[in-house]
Structure formats: structure tokens, C-alpha cells
């Protein structure tokens, strides 16, 4: 296994930028999870790990070894892409043992080696089927078999997951976790879907145009975004904004009067900045009834969930959304007040909307 080091990777298709001067290392045996909107740049720098795009600028090593001229067959990483491309004449067996085919392996090992993967992802009594005698979940974890037989230094997985039905997803993305752990493999997944990255991730790394904002474990993404998008990309419902005035010793939102967070006084003084955005979890913040201090608004809808439901209160003409307990009951355009959890709230620049720091 290997620890995998991009280091100012530059990739330009004709004039377009699709990666600005990247720099990230995955630690050995890490799960590292690439996360961002469609078309921010992921799998371009998941092909170029692949060795599949060279890129423009900049050097990939994997360890201390500088791969960035190697060819993809001589870098020995595991592929797998989000529509599997099985061999549709060739049987299960035979598609998880090509990559050793290719190496000449001797057929008695390719049976051991097969066998044992096969075993891991639950597919051994597959071997005899043909692609199109499988479900899509099984035809996914044949080719994460075939990626895994020839034991590669790291596993790069292209949205492995998204042709598969919800329920199957959970399921998968529990076991892919697990024998990733098992196998102690370096891992780089590639995905939109930002529930998929907290989940599985021991690091998130989210994208946007080409650019990393930002690196850290699911706690620190979600948590402590660095800017807004990543506050806003993360979460379900995402994090709430609003816009909030500095003042002496007060946040005022829309004509409420916030005090400003402990964490944040110093430095709001210090910047001697005025115009910020206030973000808050859905879950860091409730809804109590009537007047208070916090954020005076009028319910707007209520979402059940089941054990909890989701309040979406107008404060001003913006909508914040937050979590409350099932039994509580509320009514159209009912007076409410969004309380906040203090510590939770993170403060945003307007113009440059990064956080304070
Ligand atoms: P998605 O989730 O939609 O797959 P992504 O984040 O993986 O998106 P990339 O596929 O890496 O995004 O593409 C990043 C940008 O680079 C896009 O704007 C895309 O149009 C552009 N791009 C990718 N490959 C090429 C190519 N071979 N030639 C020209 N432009 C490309």
C-alpha cells in the first residue's frame, strides 16, 4: 500500500482549467473522498492518479516514487468506474481474473486469487453467470473484484455506487467501508453525493472549479466549513445563511439582535468587520413559540420525517430550516423563534464568503 502525493497538479483541456494547482496527500491505507458539484474536476484528478490524463502541470508520486510519467499498467491501481464495463462474454470468473491474464500469471493461482476475492465480496456462487445474469449490485461488487484480484497499491473508485437503488447503496457502501478497512487499502472515491463522503470517508477533500477549499475529516467538513459552498454542499437539509450587520456587541439579522458567539468576539473586533454571513445547522438550532431571543419568524411549512420533522420558519423573507421533535405541533404562519446554538454558528465573509479566521 502507498501513500499517494499530488503536488501542484495543473490539467488543462485546450484553454479550460479543469484543475488549478492542486495539492493533496492520502495517507497511506486512508479513505480519502473526493467531493464536489458535476463537472468541479473530480474524476479528472481521479484519472490522473490513474495515470489515464497527464497532467499539465505539476508531479504525482506514489510513496517517494515520482509516477508522473509512469504509464497507467505499470502503476498498479484498482479502477472502478460507475458503469462497470464487464466483459458481457465472459463469465464472472473470467472478468475478475483478466488483470491476471494480462500478467501471465499461472492458472492455479488465478483460481486461488479469484476464489478469495469472490469470497470477500459475497460472490463465489456467481462465478459460473454471465454479466447479464446479475443485478446491478452484483455486477458493482464483480467489478470491485476484478479491481481488487490484482492487489493494487490504491483503489480509485469513480461513483461506484450511483446506478445502484437507494436501499442497495446503504448496503454496498457499508461493506465497500469495511473491506477497505480489512484489506488496509489506500482509496480514493470520487462522488456527489456528500451523505456518501461523511459515511465513508476517513477524509473529505471538496472541489469546486477545479480547486480544493478544503481537507478534513467528516466531523471538521461539516462542522467547521471553511467557506460557504462547503457549509452549503454538506448536510441535508445544508447549512442555514443569513445575513447579519456586526454591531458592538451584537449580530443583528433582519432587525434581531443576536449576541455575537464567544468564539468569534475577539476576531470580529480584530477584522473590524461588518458585513458577515451567519451559518447554522439544522440540527444546532429549535424552534420554541412566540417571541425570544434568537431569530422572530413565521412557520412557513413542516416536513415529518418520522422520528423528527423539518421546520422551515421565514425570518424576514429568508427561510432557515431546522429540526424538531416529532411531537411538537405547528401551524402555517404560526409566530416562532429560531433559537441557536451558540458554539455551532460559524461566521462567513460576505464578499469573499470564506470563514472568519
Ligand atoms: P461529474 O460529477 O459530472 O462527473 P466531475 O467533477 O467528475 O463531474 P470532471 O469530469 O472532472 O468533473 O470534469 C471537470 C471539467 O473538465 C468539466 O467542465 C468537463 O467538461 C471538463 N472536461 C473533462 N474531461 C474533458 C476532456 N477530455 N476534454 C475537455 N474537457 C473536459
Known amino acids: 500500500m502507498v501513500k499517494v502525493t499530488l503536488d501542484n497538479i495543473t490539467k488543462r483541456f485546450g484553454d479550460f482549467e479543469a484543475l488549478k494547482r ?24 481521479l484519472y490522473t492518479i490513474a495515470g489515464i490524463y497527464k497532467p499539465t502541470s505539476g508531479r504525482i508520486y506514489f510513496d517517494d516514487r515520482d509516477v508522473t510519467d ?6 498498479n491501481v484498482g479502477l472502478v468506474f460507475q458503469n462497470w464495463a464487464l466483459y458481457p462474454h465472459m463469465k464472472v470468473f473470467d472478468n475478475i481474473a483478466f488483470p491476471l491474464e494480462l500478467r ?24 459460473d453467470r454471465y454479466p447479464w445474469q446479475l443485478s446491478g449490485g452484483q455486477q458493482q461488487r464483480v467489478a470491485i473484484a476484478r479491481a481488487l484480484v490484482k492487489e493494487p497499491d490504491v483503489l480509485l473508485l469513480d461513483e461506484p455506487l450511483s446506478n445502484l437503488d437507494a436501499l442497495l447503496r446503504l448496503e454496498v457502501r457499508a461493506e465497500l467501508k469495511r473491506l477497505q ?28 472549479g477545479g480547486e480544493i477549499l478544503q481537507v478534513g475529516d467528516p466531523d471538521e467538513v461539516y462542522y467547521k466549513p471553511k467557506y460557504r459552498f462547503v457549509g452549503g454542499f454538506l448536510g441535508s437539509p445544508p447549512m442555514n445563511f443569513v445575513e447579519a450587520e456586526v454591531q458592538d456587541s451584537y449580530l443583528d439579522v433582519y432587525g434581531n ?48 420525517l418520522g422520528r423528527e420533522q423539518i421546520i422551515t420558519v ?20 404560526e409566530q416562532v423563534t429560531v433559537k441557536l446554538r451558540e458554539d455551532r454558528i460559524i461566521l462567513f465573509d460576505k464578499k469573499t464568503e470564506k470563514a472568519l479566521e
Open 257 to 304: 439582535k443576536i449576541p455575537i458567539p464567544p468564539q468569534y468576539r475577539e476576531l470580529v473586533k480584530k477584522l473590524g468587520i461588518r458585513e458577515v454571513i451567519l451559518g447554522f445547522r439544522p440540527h444546532d438550532a429549535e424552534v420554541v413559540k412566540g417571541k425570544a431571543e434568537g431569530l422572530f419568524g413565521t412557520v412557513y411549512s413542516f416536513e415529518p
Open 22 to 45: 492542486v495539492s493533496l496527500e492520502i495517507a497511506d491505507k486512508e479513505f480519502m473522498a473526493l467531493l464536489g458539484p458535476s463537472g468541479s474536476g473530480k474524476s479528472t484528478l
Open 314 to 333: 421565514s425570518v424576514n423573507g429568508a427561510s432557515v430550516k431546522v429540526f424538531a421533535p416529532e411531537g411538537e405541533h405547528f401551524t402555517f404562519g
Open 181 to 208: 478497512k480489512e484489506l488496509g487499502i489506500t482509496a480514493v472515491y470520487v462522488t456527489h453525493d456528500q451523505a456518501e463522503a461523511l459515511a465513508m470517508a476517513d477524509r473529505i477533500a471538496v472541489i469546486r
Open 104 to 127: 501471465k500469471v499461472p492458472k492455479d493461482e488465478i483460481s486461488k486469487k479469484v476464489k478469495k476475492v469472490a469470497e470477500m465480496l459475497h460472490i463465489e456462487n456467481l462465478l
Open 70 to 75: 509512469v504509464p497507467p499498467k505499470d502503476r
